[in-house]
């Protein structure tokens, strides 16, 4: 039995829930012969990978749906052996470059030209090219990127890419004009919670409206966890009641309790509580741009105009200094303390003036 | 070029191989790129960049070529020009004479040791197989030269003079600050200018006519706009218009925004709004649904920047401090930074001189 998200997964262009117009161009661009490369970008969940997947089975027909996973080798210049997965049909291969970390660059070169290099057999069949698929690309080198340009244009008759992104600020220009771009927003709300309502359907279940509206609510615009929690929600509890209790995400509630803890007490001994809090949520894995980002929101919410800004600068400051260090949680624990430090001064201040 | 290089051999069976490549292209004629399809073919036909021009021109007519070092931004027409000036000069033997290197193929030091000076080690004649005369020498032409390690570069010096005779180099870059002092010295600089829009307009009315596009003036003259001067950029952006929307329809204003990326016009307004009502949350909610949506932080920062400079709200002094947090805030960016965390100092950077404007 497979989970809800695979299940329903639309397989097919023209069954896109959303962004119709975009997949009907999409669907002109696939029965062309000059077909791009692409760089598809969108934040999580908009349903990047979905539409990748259709891409690649209006151009090949069904067998790019026969996946296996294969573990390819390289070995760098200086001989050092790297070891990656990928997913691949006979027809397109996926990969994700950032897995082997700063050598993504002989990964990217190497395996672009090997497919490059041989060419699809059967000639009256299919397509002259293969497709790579791309994930992450945000996370490349700047090295990558640089090799990325020139091998894009010169192997073109044999293969094209297909680069996922979550945003395109972390791309070189260069690569950026070389692709058509396909922005992929976030679902809407209604968007999300009719296709709750659908997917419930088909199931055999009833949802009311209200409580799909919720979880699309919860869900942050995010269609993928948006299905997930309205599983969940199922197994909890059916049939779903309106004031039904929707669970969210334990690390968002960890991080909450984490902040609260932070804003009521200004000393030594929660920082090192505080410690143990941030190394329990970075074993589990939590990315460290998401623990930042909601302990930013989290922590701002009761200080008034003037201290937020003070703090979202130091956090700018930090988060950003987190993304060069490899240890997270120096550039955590820095914040934290930087933050005790202001907003005790502001508590002091204005215990200050009211006496 | 490439079988070239693939082969790594010069001779005979580059040239059947190019011939294959050649049918190829001509069978599927409609995925060539129009950026390769439009490239100038002649050094007369580059625009605006008289002075590398002149130079070459005078080399085609029979005088010495120096060694070069083309710079400036991207989509100027440095590569086009070399391989125009190459491809006059040489005529049929130009895929004999030129070695071409660029950053994707692997350059370290060992490379320059060994291919580049392989290649200039070979002696040039000079007269044409067809009995015409040609300029004795080779040349090498080292794309993205920027990229070149320092240890490659240093490698490069003796070479470059001691093989004189008979090669010449052609460096391309887009920083001429990152070529180390002593190559710079060798070569004679011509900087690439940004092309004028009018130029990069004529361009593309005469490609939209040559393909049977329908696309207005004013849709092209927005092409130009958002190209910024970048040649490369305004092509490819009209091709992928005019793939997306198939052969018949019209290109609208709607689908150069979508494709180029620009953030509307709105949306700027709006977080500006945001600013203003010196309301935290309003802002906060503002950027989630600006990610949401998908829109570029680093396209909405270059805009902001143009609209930051032309505004009458902020006294220059204001605009210098916000100008300062968007250079920081696009470092941070470009470096690996949360799109989400940098907006907002941007966001409370602007919102504080908002209130003390007002």
Redesign the interface.
């Known amino acids: 039995m497979s989970l809800w998200v695979d299940k329903y997964r639309p397989k097919d262009l023209s069954k896109l829930d959303y962004h119709k117009e975009q997949a009907e ?1 999409l669907k ?2 696939t029965q ?3 077909f ?1 490369h692409l760089l598809i ?3 999580s969940g ?1 349903g990047k990978k979905t539409r990748i997947m259709c891409i690649l089975k209006d151009l090949y027909g069904c067998g790019v749906e026969r996946l296996r996973m294969e573990q390819l080798n390289f070995t760098t ?1 200086s001989k050092k052996k790297l070891e990656i997965m990928t997913v691949s049909s006979n027809y397109h291969i996926e990969i994700n470059p950032s897995d082997v970390g700063m050598y993504d660059r002989i990964v990217v ?1 190497d395996l672009i030209k090997n497919v490059a290099q041989t060419q699809q057999l059967d000639v009256n069949g299919q397509r ?1 090219f293969k497709v790579i698929v791309l994930t992450d690309v945000d996370n490349l080198t700047r090295d990558a990127q ?6 894009m ?2 192997y ?2 044999n293969c094209r890419l297909i680069l996922c992104a979550n ?4 791309l070189t ?2 690569i ?3 692709c ?2 396909i ?4 679902p809407t709300i209604t968007e999300i919670s009719s296709i709750l309502q659908n997917i419930c359907k088909k199931e055999g279940l009833t949802i009311p409206s209200e409580f799909a509206q919720k979880i699309a609510e919860k869900s ?2 995010n269609v993928r966890r948006a299905i997930l929690m309205c599983e969940a929600c199922k197994v909890e509890q059916y049939p779903f009641s309106v004031k039904q209790n929707i669970a969210e995400p334990d690390w968002l509630m960890f991080i909450r309790a984490m902040s609260r803890k932070i804003s009521q007490e200004q000393s030594v001994n929660t920082l090192a509580n505080v410690r143990g809090d941030l190394y329990e949520l970075i074993i589990h894995g939590i990315p460290n ?1 998401i623990i ?2 909601t302990m ?2 989290e922590l ?1 919410k009761n200080c008034d ?2 201290l ?2 003070e703090i ?2 130091q ?2 400051f930090f ?2 200094r987190l ?2 260090g490899n240890k997270a949680i120096f550039h955590f624990e820095a914040f934290v303390a930087k933050f005790m430090c202001l907003y005790k001064k502001f508590l002091e201040d204005t215990v200050g003036d009211v006496f | 070029m ?1 079988s070239f290089l693939k082969s790594g051999k010069l001779g005979g069976s580059v040239g059947d191989k190019n011939n294959q490549v050649n049918n ?1 292209v001509s069978k ?1 004629k ?2 060539v ?1 129009w950026v390769e399809k439009y490239r100038p073919r002649t050094v007369s036909d580059i625009v605006q960049q008289s002075e590398a021009v002149q130079v070459l021109e005078q080399c085609i007519a029979g005088a010495d070529l120096p060694n070069l070092l083309f710079y400036g931004p ?2 100027t027409g440095k590569t086009s020009t070399v391989l125009a000036a190459a491809r006059q000069l040489f005529g049929d033997m130009y895929k004999d004479r030129i070695l071409e290197l ?5 350059r ?1 030091i060992q490379v320059i040791r060994d291919k580049v000076k392989t290649f200039a080690q070979l002696t040039a004649s000079a007269i044409r197989h067809d009995g015409k005369p040609c300029p004795p020498f080779k040349i090498i032409i080292l ?2 030269a920027d ?1 070149l390690t320092n240890a490659a570069q240093a490698a490069l010096r003796r070479t470059m003079e001691k093989e004189s005779k008979t090669t010449r180099f052609c460096l391309i870059c887009n920083y001429v600050t990152r070529i180390i002092e002593p190559l710079t010295s060798r070569c004679t600089k011509f900087q690439f200018k940004p092309l004028d829009e009018s130029k990069i307009f004529e361009r593309l009315q005469h490609i939209a006519i040559e393909e049977n596009l329908q696309i207005d003036d004013d849709v092209l003259n927005a092409l130009v706009k958002t190209s910024g001067g ?1 040649m ?2 305004a092509t ?2 009209l ?2 218009c005019a ?4 052969k018949d329809a019209t290109i609208s204003m709607q689908d150069v925004y ?2 180029t ?1 620009v953030v509307p016009e709105q949306w700027i307004k709006n977080y500006l709004q945001a600013c203003k009502s ?1 309301n ?1 949350s309003k802002l ?1 909610e503002f950027i989630e649904t600006f ?9 909405i920062l270059k805009q902001m920047n143009e609209f930051i400079v032309n505004t009458d709200e902020f006294t220059d002094k204001q605009k210098a401090v916000i100008g300062e947090k968007l250079g920081i ?1 696009s470092y ?11 907006l ?2 941007l966001g ?2 602007i ?2 001189e908002y209130s003390k404007t007002g």
Do not use: W
């Open positions: 161009n002109k661009l062309r012969g000059d791009p970008y969108g934040p908009a210049p070169m002259e640089h090799a990325l340009r020139r091998t244009e010169k073109i008759t945003s395109t600020s972390r220009p260069a950026r004009s070389r058509l771009g922005r992929v927003p976030a942050n615009r741009n930042f980002q930013v929101s701002v105009i003037s937020k800004s979202i600068s956090a700018a988060e950003h993304q060069h | 490439d190829e599927k409609r995925s790129p991207p989509g660029n950053a994707s193929d692997e370290g794309d993205e990229s970048d490369r950029r490819t952006c091709q992928s793939i997306l929307k198939g979508e494709i990326g010196n935290y906060e990610i949401l949506e998908a829109y570029t932080a680093s396209q805030v941070r960016l470009q470096d690996g930074g949360s799109e989400y965390i940098q907002l100092d409370c950077a919102m504080i």
